[in-house]
Protein backbone atom coordinates (compact mmCIF):
# COMPACT_ATOMS: atom_id res chain seq x y z
CA UNK A 1 0.00 0.00 0.00
CA UNK A 2 3.26 2.57 0.78
CA UNK A 3 4.46 1.44 -2.15
CA UNK A 4 1.42 2.49 -4.08
CA UNK A 5 1.06 5.66 -2.74
CA UNK A 6 4.16 6.56 -2.82
CA UNK A 7 3.99 6.26 -6.79
CA UNK A 8 0.63 8.38 -7.13
CA UNK A 9 2.97 10.58 -5.08
CA UNK A 10 5.21 10.63 -7.63
CA UNK A 11 3.16 10.55 -10.22
CA UNK A 12 1.67 13.59 -8.67
CA UNK A 13 4.92 15.45 -8.10
CA UNK A 14 5.76 14.67 -11.50
CA UNK A 15 2.62 16.17 -13.46
CA UNK A 16 3.35 19.29 -10.97
CA UNK A 17 6.85 19.83 -12.11
CA UNK A 18 5.97 19.16 -15.85
CA UNK A 19 2.79 21.88 -15.59
CA UNK A 20 5.55 24.44 -14.78
CA UNK A 21 7.15 24.10 -18.54
CA UNK A 22 3.95 25.08 -20.35
CA UNK A 23 3.74 28.14 -21.50
CA UNK A 24 0.76 30.14 -20.01
CA UNK A 25 -1.07 30.60 -23.16
CA UNK A 26 -0.96 27.55 -25.87
CA UNK A 27 -2.94 27.99 -29.44
CA UNK A 28 -5.24 25.34 -30.03
CA UNK A 29 -4.48 22.73 -33.20
CA UNK A 30 -3.74 24.22 -36.27
CA UNK A 31 -0.43 24.36 -38.05
CA UNK A 32 3.48 23.21 -36.10
CA UNK A 33 4.73 26.48 -36.60
CA UNK A 34 8.98 26.56 -34.95
CA UNK A 35 9.62 29.16 -32.61
CA UNK A 36 11.48 31.73 -34.24
CA UNK A 37 15.10 33.57 -33.64
CA UNK A 38 17.39 35.52 -35.08
CA UNK A 39 20.76 34.62 -37.01
CA UNK A 40 23.23 37.43 -37.96
CA UNK A 41 20.90 39.11 -40.51
CA UNK A 42 18.81 36.36 -40.98
CA UNK A 43 15.27 34.77 -39.41
CA UNK A 44 15.45 31.34 -38.85
CA UNK A 45 13.77 28.62 -37.34
CA UNK A 46 14.56 25.99 -34.40
CA UNK A 47 15.98 23.94 -37.09
CA UNK A 48 18.44 26.67 -38.30
CA UNK A 49 16.39 27.27 -41.60
CA UNK A 50 16.11 30.78 -42.70
CA UNK A 51 12.22 31.93 -42.57
CA UNK A 52 11.47 35.37 -44.59
CA UNK A 53 8.21 36.47 -43.54
CA UNK A 54 6.08 37.80 -46.11
CA UNK A 55 2.55 38.81 -45.68
CA UNK A 56 0.11 41.93 -44.59
CA UNK A 57 -1.03 43.97 -41.65
CA UNK A 58 -4.27 44.09 -40.60
CA UNK A 59 -4.63 47.38 -39.91
CA UNK A 60 -8.15 48.95 -38.62
CA UNK A 61 -8.38 46.19 -36.42
CA UNK A 62 -7.19 47.49 -32.59
CA UNK A 63 -7.16 50.60 -33.54
CA UNK A 64 -9.14 52.50 -36.64
CA UNK A 65 -8.17 54.88 -38.84
CA UNK A 66 -10.85 57.25 -40.67
CA UNK A 67 -9.57 56.96 -44.20
CA UNK A 68 -9.87 53.56 -44.38
CA UNK A 69 -12.47 52.29 -41.62
CA UNK A 70 -16.11 53.21 -40.49
CA UNK A 71 -15.80 56.20 -38.68
CA UNK A 72 -14.78 59.74 -39.66
CA UNK A 73 -12.36 62.11 -37.24
CA UNK A 74 -8.91 62.78 -38.69
CA UNK A 75 -7.93 63.92 -35.27
CA UNK A 76 -7.91 60.00 -33.97
CA UNK A 77 -9.87 57.41 -32.75
CA UNK A 78 -9.30 58.37 -29.25
CA UNK A 79 -11.73 61.48 -28.90
CA UNK A 80 -14.25 59.39 -30.75
CA UNK A 81 -13.93 56.77 -27.91
CA UNK A 82 -14.18 59.17 -25.31
CA UNK A 83 -17.18 60.62 -26.47
CA UNK A 84 -19.20 57.16 -26.85
CA UNK A 85 -17.97 56.78 -23.17
CA UNK A 86 -19.46 60.21 -22.16
CA UNK A 87 -22.71 59.39 -23.87
CA UNK A 88 -23.33 55.26 -23.06
CA UNK A 89 -20.34 54.70 -20.32
CA UNK A 90 -17.23 52.43 -20.43
CA UNK A 91 -18.46 49.13 -20.38
CA UNK A 92 -20.79 49.35 -23.46
CA UNK A 93 -18.34 51.29 -25.19
CA UNK A 94 -16.34 48.33 -24.71
CA UNK A 95 -18.47 45.73 -25.66
CA UNK A 96 -19.11 47.80 -28.99
CA UNK A 97 -15.46 48.15 -30.34
CA UNK A 98 -15.67 44.24 -29.38
CA UNK A 99 -18.26 43.69 -31.54
CA UNK A 100 -16.55 46.24 -34.28
CA UNK A 101 -12.91 44.08 -34.16
CA UNK A 102 -15.35 40.53 -34.25
CA UNK A 103 -16.23 41.44 -37.72
CA UNK A 104 -13.77 43.43 -39.27
CA UNK A 105 -11.34 40.20 -39.23
CA UNK A 106 -12.81 36.75 -38.73
CA UNK A 107 -11.57 33.59 -39.70
CA UNK A 108 -12.58 33.81 -43.81
CA UNK A 109 -9.61 36.84 -43.42
CA UNK A 110 -7.22 34.72 -41.95
CA UNK A 111 -7.83 32.16 -44.69
CA UNK A 112 -7.39 34.68 -47.23
CA UNK A 113 -3.61 36.09 -46.42
CA UNK A 114 -2.43 32.05 -46.03
CA UNK A 115 -4.44 31.29 -49.75
CA UNK A 116 -2.32 34.15 -51.10
CA UNK A 117 1.05 32.06 -50.04
CA UNK A 118 1.51 34.59 -47.35
CA UNK A 119 2.76 33.77 -43.93
CA UNK A 120 2.48 36.33 -41.37
CA UNK A 121 0.40 38.71 -40.45
CA UNK A 122 1.14 41.72 -38.40
CA UNK A 123 -1.63 42.93 -36.16
CA UNK A 124 -1.70 46.63 -34.90
CA UNK A 125 -3.24 46.60 -31.55
CA UNK A 126 -4.33 49.79 -28.99
CA UNK A 127 -3.28 49.60 -25.21
CA UNK A 128 -7.39 50.50 -24.92
CA UNK A 129 -8.22 46.81 -26.73
CA UNK A 130 -6.60 45.54 -22.75
CA UNK A 131 -6.75 48.75 -20.42
CA UNK A 132 -9.52 50.78 -19.44
CA UNK A 133 -7.43 53.89 -19.06
CA UNK A 134 -4.40 55.43 -19.61
CA UNK A 135 -3.31 54.53 -16.27
CA UNK A 136 -2.42 50.66 -16.86
CA UNK A 137 -5.60 49.35 -15.50
CA UNK A 138 -6.45 45.93 -16.98
CA UNK A 139 -9.57 44.17 -18.17
CA UNK A 140 -9.93 41.00 -16.41
CA UNK A 141 -11.65 38.26 -17.09
CA UNK A 142 -14.05 36.32 -14.13
CA UNK A 143 -11.03 34.57 -12.63
CA UNK A 144 -9.09 38.27 -12.34
CA UNK A 145 -6.89 37.55 -14.76
CA UNK A 146 -5.48 39.89 -17.51
CA UNK A 147 -8.50 39.08 -20.30
CA UNK A 148 -6.41 38.89 -23.60
CA UNK A 149 -9.30 36.56 -24.72
CA UNK A 150 -9.25 38.35 -28.22
CA UNK A 151 -5.60 38.00 -29.12
CA UNK A 152 -5.49 34.55 -28.11
CA UNK A 153 -8.08 34.04 -30.54
CA UNK A 154 -6.15 35.32 -33.17
CA UNK A 155 -2.86 33.68 -32.07
CA UNK A 156 -5.57 30.32 -32.75
CA UNK A 157 -6.80 31.12 -36.26
CA UNK A 158 -2.92 32.24 -37.16
CA UNK A 159 -1.55 28.63 -36.27
CA UNK A 160 -4.51 26.80 -37.70
CA UNK A 161 -3.99 28.98 -41.03
CA UNK A 162 -0.29 28.72 -41.01
CA UNK A 163 0.59 32.25 -40.20
CA UNK A 164 3.10 33.61 -37.37
CA UNK A 165 1.47 36.78 -36.12
CA UNK A 166 3.47 40.08 -35.37
CA UNK A 167 2.15 42.10 -32.32
CA UNK A 168 2.52 45.62 -33.18
CA UNK A 169 1.60 48.02 -29.93
CA UNK A 170 0.44 50.83 -32.50
CA UNK A 171 -1.32 53.23 -30.33
CA UNK A 172 0.41 53.36 -26.58
CA UNK A 173 -0.81 55.62 -23.55
CA UNK A 174 0.79 59.13 -23.42
CA UNK A 175 0.80 58.81 -27.43
CA UNK A 176 4.40 57.74 -29.16
CA UNK A 177 3.90 60.47 -32.27
CA UNK A 178 1.80 63.32 -33.39
CA UNK A 179 0.05 61.20 -35.87
CA UNK A 180 -3.81 60.36 -35.79
CA UNK A 181 -3.10 56.98 -36.21
CA UNK A 182 -1.72 56.51 -32.83
CA UNK A 183 -4.62 57.66 -31.37
CA UNK A 184 -4.63 61.63 -31.14
CA UNK A 185 -2.79 63.71 -33.72
CA UNK A 186 -0.31 66.70 -32.62
CA UNK A 187 -0.81 65.19 -28.76
CA UNK A 188 2.67 63.07 -28.52
CA UNK A 189 3.77 62.93 -24.38
CA UNK A 190 5.17 59.74 -23.91
CA UNK A 191 8.78 60.89 -23.79
CA UNK A 192 8.21 64.20 -22.20
CA UNK A 193 10.68 65.01 -19.06
CA UNK A 194 7.42 65.26 -17.24
CA UNK A 195 5.86 63.23 -14.16
CA UNK A 196 2.99 62.68 -16.05
CA UNK A 197 5.54 61.44 -19.10
CA UNK A 198 7.42 59.30 -17.11
CA UNK A 199 3.85 57.56 -15.93
CA UNK A 200 3.06 56.54 -19.45
CA UNK A 201 6.41 55.06 -19.71
CA UNK A 202 5.95 53.08 -16.73
CA UNK A 203 2.13 52.06 -18.09
CA UNK A 204 4.20 50.92 -21.54
CA UNK A 205 6.27 48.83 -19.98
CA UNK A 206 4.18 46.83 -17.71
CA UNK A 207 2.30 46.29 -20.29
CA UNK A 208 4.94 44.61 -22.76
CA UNK A 209 6.04 42.73 -19.44
CA UNK A 210 2.70 41.07 -19.20
CA UNK A 211 2.19 40.81 -22.74
CA UNK A 212 5.04 38.75 -23.00
CA UNK A 213 4.67 37.32 -19.47
CA UNK A 214 1.63 35.83 -21.17
CA UNK A 215 3.00 35.10 -24.34
CA UNK A 216 5.89 33.33 -23.61
CA UNK A 217 6.53 30.24 -25.47
CA UNK A 218 3.82 30.48 -27.62
CA UNK A 219 5.96 29.46 -31.10
CA UNK A 220 3.42 31.38 -33.55
CA UNK A 221 4.46 34.67 -32.46
CA UNK A 222 7.29 35.66 -34.99
CA UNK A 223 8.06 38.62 -32.96
CA UNK A 224 6.77 41.95 -30.15
CA UNK A 225 6.85 45.05 -31.77
CA UNK A 226 7.53 47.60 -29.28
CA UNK A 227 5.87 50.50 -30.48
CA UNK A 228 4.49 52.13 -34.09
CA UNK A 229 6.53 54.94 -35.83
CA UNK A 230 7.99 56.14 -32.78
CA UNK A 231 8.83 59.76 -32.58
CA UNK A 232 7.55 59.84 -36.57
CA UNK A 233 8.27 63.25 -37.47
CA UNK A 234 9.60 64.69 -33.73
CA UNK A 235 13.00 63.73 -34.41
CA UNK A 236 13.71 66.44 -35.98
CA UNK A 237 12.14 69.00 -33.40
CA UNK A 238 13.58 68.04 -30.65
CA UNK A 239 16.25 65.93 -29.98
CA UNK A 240 16.12 64.93 -26.42
CA UNK A 241 13.31 62.83 -27.38
CA UNK A 242 15.67 60.64 -28.92
CA UNK A 243 17.19 59.81 -26.07
CA UNK A 244 14.59 59.21 -24.25
CA UNK A 245 13.43 57.02 -27.08
CA UNK A 246 16.30 54.83 -26.95
CA UNK A 247 16.29 54.09 -23.14
CA UNK A 248 12.12 53.67 -23.13
CA UNK A 249 13.42 50.88 -25.66
CA UNK A 250 15.75 49.56 -23.59
CA UNK A 251 13.82 49.56 -20.33
CA UNK A 252 10.89 47.51 -22.56
CA UNK A 253 13.66 45.20 -23.59
CA UNK A 254 15.02 44.50 -20.20
CA UNK A 255 11.38 43.96 -18.84
CA UNK A 256 10.40 41.75 -21.75
CA UNK A 257 13.41 39.37 -21.48
CA UNK A 258 12.94 39.23 -17.68
CA UNK A 259 9.72 37.27 -18.03
CA UNK A 260 10.46 35.98 -22.54
CA UNK A 261 14.03 35.36 -22.98
CA UNK A 262 12.82 33.68 -26.72
CA UNK A 263 10.52 35.74 -28.82
CA UNK A 264 12.36 38.16 -31.63
CA UNK A 265 11.58 41.55 -30.24
CA UNK A 266 11.02 44.61 -33.17
CA UNK A 267 12.69 47.70 -32.82
CA UNK A 268 10.95 50.66 -35.13
CA UNK A 269 13.87 52.69 -36.87
CA UNK A 270 12.14 55.41 -38.52
CA UNK A 271 12.91 57.16 -40.64
CA UNK A 272 16.77 55.09 -41.24
CA UNK A 273 18.21 53.27 -38.92
CA UNK A 274 20.09 55.89 -37.34
CA UNK A 275 16.98 56.71 -35.42
CA UNK A 276 17.59 54.19 -33.06
CA UNK A 277 20.23 52.72 -31.21
CA UNK A 278 22.65 49.82 -33.00
CA UNK A 279 22.65 46.54 -31.01
CA UNK A 280 26.32 46.92 -29.38
CA UNK A 281 25.09 50.32 -27.85
CA UNK A 282 22.51 48.07 -25.28
CA UNK A 283 23.70 44.84 -26.24
CA UNK A 284 20.26 43.69 -27.45
CA UNK A 285 20.14 40.37 -28.92
CA UNK A 286 17.74 38.49 -31.07
CA UNK A 287 16.15 41.45 -32.30
CA UNK A 288 14.65 42.58 -35.51
CA UNK A 289 14.71 46.54 -36.99
CA UNK A 290 11.89 47.41 -38.84
CA UNK A 291 11.30 50.27 -41.09
CA UNK A 292 8.45 51.81 -42.69
CA UNK A 293 8.94 52.39 -46.36
CA UNK A 294 6.23 55.04 -48.35
CA UNK A 295 8.86 57.09 -50.86
CA UNK A 296 8.08 58.58 -53.77
CA UNK A 297 10.50 57.22 -56.33
CA UNK A 298 12.56 53.89 -56.73
CA UNK A 299 15.72 55.39 -56.33
CA UNK A 300 14.71 56.52 -53.05
CA UNK A 301 14.21 52.93 -52.36
CA UNK A 302 17.43 51.68 -53.68
CA UNK A 303 18.60 54.82 -51.23
CA UNK A 304 16.84 53.34 -47.98
CA UNK A 305 17.78 49.69 -48.58
CA UNK A 306 21.38 50.57 -49.00
CA UNK A 307 21.40 52.46 -45.95
CA UNK A 308 19.85 49.33 -43.97
CA UNK A 309 22.58 47.54 -46.43
CA UNK A 310 25.77 49.63 -44.77
CA UNK A 311 24.06 50.33 -40.96
CA UNK A 312 26.64 47.06 -39.89
CA UNK A 313 23.91 46.28 -37.12
CA UNK A 314 24.20 42.26 -38.02
CA UNK A 315 20.52 41.91 -37.74
CA UNK A 316 17.90 40.91 -39.97
CA UNK A 317 15.54 43.88 -40.94
CA UNK A 318 11.91 44.02 -41.84
CA UNK A 319 9.60 46.55 -43.78
CA UNK A 320 7.01 46.46 -41.84
CA UNK A 321 4.71 49.02 -43.87
CA UNK A 322 5.04 50.08 -47.18
CA UNK A 323 3.02 52.01 -50.06
CA UNK A 324 4.84 53.04 -53.51
CA UNK A 325 3.81 56.69 -53.27
CA UNK A 326 4.48 59.37 -55.84
CA UNK A 327 6.62 57.67 -59.10
CA UNK A 328 7.55 54.29 -57.15
CA UNK A 329 6.24 51.00 -58.08
CA UNK A 330 5.05 47.99 -56.46
CA UNK A 331 7.27 45.68 -58.50
CA UNK A 332 9.83 47.43 -57.48
CA UNK A 333 8.97 47.15 -54.15
CA UNK A 334 8.59 43.74 -53.90
CA UNK A 335 11.27 42.96 -56.23
CA UNK A 336 13.95 44.59 -54.21
CA UNK A 337 12.55 43.58 -50.52
CA UNK A 338 12.97 39.87 -51.76
CA UNK A 339 16.46 40.31 -53.66
CA UNK A 340 17.67 41.52 -50.04
CA UNK A 341 15.50 38.85 -48.23
CA UNK A 342 14.33 41.38 -46.22
CA UNK A 343 10.42 39.93 -44.79
CA UNK A 344 7.63 42.35 -45.25
CA UNK A 345 3.67 43.29 -44.65
CA UNK A 346 1.80 45.74 -46.79
CA UNK A 347 -0.01 48.02 -45.32
CA UNK A 348 -2.79 47.26 -45.16
CA UNK A 349 -5.33 43.96 -45.81
CA UNK A 350 -8.94 45.94 -45.93
CA UNK A 351 -9.89 49.09 -46.27
CA UNK A 352 -13.57 51.00 -46.97
CA UNK A 353 -13.83 54.41 -47.91
CA UNK A 354 -14.30 56.12 -51.51
CA UNK A 355 -12.49 53.85 -54.36
CA UNK A 356 -11.14 51.62 -51.47
CA UNK A 357 -12.77 48.53 -54.02
CA UNK A 358 -10.08 49.36 -56.30
CA UNK A 359 -7.27 50.65 -54.14
CA UNK A 360 -3.68 49.03 -54.13
CA UNK A 361 -3.73 50.11 -50.68
CA UNK A 362 -5.95 47.51 -49.71
CA UNK A 363 -6.01 43.54 -50.63
CA UNK A 364 -9.72 43.59 -50.02
CA UNK A 365 -11.86 46.71 -50.34
CA UNK A 366 -15.76 47.96 -50.14
CA UNK A 367 -16.70 51.51 -51.58
CA UNK A 368 -20.28 51.08 -49.44
CA UNK A 369 -19.74 50.73 -46.44
CA UNK A 370 -21.14 53.57 -43.97
CA UNK A 371 -19.87 55.87 -41.15
CA UNK A 372 -20.57 55.73 -37.93
CA UNK A 373 -22.11 59.07 -36.63
CA UNK A 374 -20.03 59.03 -32.77
CA UNK A 375 -22.30 61.90 -31.48
CA UNK A 376 -25.76 60.75 -32.73
CA UNK A 377 -25.61 57.53 -34.02
CA UNK A 378 -27.93 55.48 -31.04
CA UNK A 379 -26.25 52.34 -29.67
CA UNK A 380 -28.12 50.26 -30.95
CA UNK A 381 -27.40 51.89 -35.11
CA UNK A 382 -24.05 51.64 -33.83
CA UNK A 383 -24.00 47.99 -33.18
CA UNK A 384 -25.32 47.61 -36.62
CA UNK A 385 -22.44 49.60 -38.46
CA UNK A 386 -20.74 47.68 -35.96
CA UNK A 387 -21.61 44.55 -37.38
CA UNK A 388 -21.78 41.35 -39.61
CA UNK A 389 -21.47 44.17 -42.44
CA UNK A 390 -18.26 44.73 -41.89
CA UNK A 391 -17.18 41.14 -42.65
CA UNK A 392 -15.06 40.84 -45.78
CA UNK A 393 -17.43 38.09 -46.58
CA UNK A 394 -20.62 39.75 -45.95
CA UNK A 395 -21.28 41.34 -49.75
CA UNK A 396 -19.71 44.75 -49.76
CA UNK A 397 -16.26 43.93 -49.77
CA UNK A 398 -14.59 42.35 -52.78
CA UNK A 399 -11.00 41.23 -53.52
CA UNK A 400 -8.96 43.89 -54.85
CA UNK A 401 -6.86 43.63 -58.44
CA UNK A 402 -3.39 44.27 -55.88
CA UNK A 403 -4.03 41.38 -54.12
CA UNK A 404 -3.84 38.55 -57.03
CA UNK A 405 -0.41 41.08 -57.87
CA UNK A 406 0.75 40.59 -54.51
CA UNK A 407 0.50 37.04 -54.67
CA UNK A 408 3.37 36.89 -57.39
CA UNK A 409 5.86 37.68 -54.92
CA UNK A 410 4.54 36.08 -51.86
CA UNK A 411 6.99 32.94 -52.83
CA UNK A 412 9.96 35.44 -53.17
CA UNK A 413 10.01 36.10 -56.83
CA UNK A 414 12.72 39.30 -58.12
CA UNK A 415 11.51 41.03 -61.08
CA UNK A 416 15.09 41.13 -62.84
CA UNK A 417 13.84 43.59 -65.17
CA UNK A 418 12.07 46.32 -62.64
CA UNK A 419 15.03 46.04 -60.46
CA UNK A 420 17.38 46.90 -63.94
CA UNK A 421 15.15 49.65 -65.27
CA UNK A 422 13.80 51.24 -62.40
CA UNK A 423 10.67 50.92 -62.56
CA UNK A 424 10.60 51.37 -66.18
CA UNK A 425 10.07 47.95 -67.36
CA UNK A 426 7.88 45.26 -65.34
CA UNK A 427 7.45 41.80 -66.12
CA UNK A 428 5.99 39.92 -62.98
CA UNK A 429 2.32 38.99 -62.99
CA UNK A 430 -0.20 39.08 -66.06
CA UNK A 431 -0.38 42.32 -68.15
CA UNK A 432 -4.31 42.47 -67.16
CA UNK A 433 -2.83 42.84 -63.66
CA UNK A 434 0.31 45.66 -64.69
CA UNK A 435 -2.39 47.60 -66.21
CA UNK A 436 -4.81 46.97 -63.40
CA UNK A 437 -2.12 48.41 -61.04
CA UNK A 438 -1.50 51.31 -63.09
CA UNK A 439 -4.78 52.31 -63.17
CA UNK A 440 -6.12 51.64 -59.51
CA UNK A 441 -2.88 53.84 -58.22
CA UNK A 442 -3.73 57.47 -60.00
CA UNK A 443 -7.54 56.21 -58.36
CA UNK A 444 -5.53 55.97 -54.70
CA UNK A 445 -3.67 58.76 -55.45
CA UNK A 446 -6.96 60.91 -55.99
CA UNK A 447 -8.20 59.94 -52.58
CA UNK A 448 -5.19 60.31 -51.06
CA UNK A 449 -5.08 64.05 -52.25
CA UNK A 450 -8.57 64.65 -50.96
CA UNK A 451 -7.66 63.18 -47.48
CA UNK A 452 -4.46 65.49 -47.30
CA UNK A 453 -7.01 68.40 -48.58
CA UNK A 454 -9.30 67.37 -45.51
CA UNK A 455 -6.73 67.17 -43.01
CA UNK A 456 -5.51 70.28 -43.74
CA UNK A 457 -8.72 71.94 -43.29
CA UNK A 458 -9.23 70.59 -40.05
CA UNK A 459 -5.46 71.10 -39.17
CA UNK A 460 -4.40 67.36 -38.48
CA UNK A 461 -1.83 67.27 -41.39
CA UNK A 462 1.51 67.35 -40.12
Known amino acids: MKKTIKSVISILLTAVMLTAFVPVFAADGGNDLPLLKTQGEKIVNSDGEEVVLRGT ?3 GWGIMEDWFCPYTNPAGLDPVYLKLVERFGADKVRELFKEYRSNWITEVDYKN ?3 LGMNVVRLPIWYRNFQSD ?3 TWYRDENGNIDFSELDNVV ?5 YGLYLIIDLHGLPGYQNDYDHCGQSKSMSLFDNTEQGARYREVVID ?3 EMASHYKGETAIAMYDLMNEPLGTNITRDSSFQQTFWDLSNDIYKA ?12 EAIWNPSAIASPDVYGWENIVYQEHLYDITNFTILNKCNEIKNAGYNAPFYIGEFYPRGLTTFGYLFSIFNDRGYSWTTWTYKGAGPDADKSPWFLYGSGDIEKIDFENDSYDELMRKFGEVLRTDGGKFSKNTFAD ?3 NFTGGLVDRATLTTFGLIETAGTSEQRNAMFSEKLTAIKTTVLDWIRKLRTGDLL
Open 207 to 209: FWR
Open 156 to 160: SLCKK
Open 134 to 136: DNG
Open 113 to 115: VAD
Open 405 to 407: YCA
Open 256 to 267: VREVDPDHIISM
Open 57 to 59: NFG
